[in-house]
């Protein structure tokens, strides 16, 4: 059975450079900004569990 679907890499590349139009187009700074506000705090609380363990396994192995 021949395979009837056959996408060119034309069709390929403007489908992925129209995404990409849309998405930078739609996508604002105040979403930008809180995505790295977000990921800062979410880094923050990351770091601040680690050394929480930390210091309770160094307790708990005393």
């Known amino acids: 059975m021949e395979n009837q679907f056959h996408i060119d890499n034309g069709t390929k590349a403007g ?3 129209g995404t990409l ?5 739609n996508i604002q700074i105040h979403d930008i900004l809180k995505t790295v506000v977000l990921a800062a705090i979410g880094a ?3 770091f601040g569990v680690s050394l929480a363990l ?3 396994a160094k307790k708990f192995k005393k």
Do not use: E, R
């Open 15 to 17: 489908t992925a450079a």
């Open 21 to 25: 139009l849309t998405i930078i187009f």
């Open 44 to 46: 923050i609380v990351s």
């Open 54 to 56: 930390k210091h309770l």
